[in-house]
């Protein structure tokens, strides 16, 4: 059904050009400030992908986004104190 996507930040040296990038992936950010592009591809492709990427001129660096390896599901050891305020 939906197939897994990995996260890319590519840095860039102009934008203009970089919104070429949109044939790798699907882009999903790109800061004007900073020079960076936020973009997703396909798992079963994304070492291809990023070398592809990596070779073009306006490129500077590519990295792996870990976004979807960080833990979301937090459990608290420390005991609920908010009954103790209720009147």
């Known amino acids: 059904m939906f ?3 990995i996260g890319l ?4 040296t102009d934008l203009k050009p970089a919104r070429n ?5 699907t882009v999903y950010y790109m800061s004007k ?7 997703y591809v396909n798992k079963d492709h994304w070492e291809d992908t990023m070398r592809n990427i990596q070779r073009l001129p306006y490129v500077k660096k590519v990295e792996r986004s870990y976004r979807s390896e960080i833990k979301t599901e ?3 050891n420390v005991p ?3 009954r103790f305020y209720t009147f």
């Open 80 to 82: 609920d104190k908010t």
């Open 9 to 12: 930040i590519i840095w860039v």
């Open 74 to 76: 937090y459990n608290s």
């Open 33 to 39: 400030k900073l020079h960076y592009v936020v973009m």
């Open 3 to 5: 197939t897994e996507r």
């Open 21 to 25: 990038l949109e044939r790798y992936g």
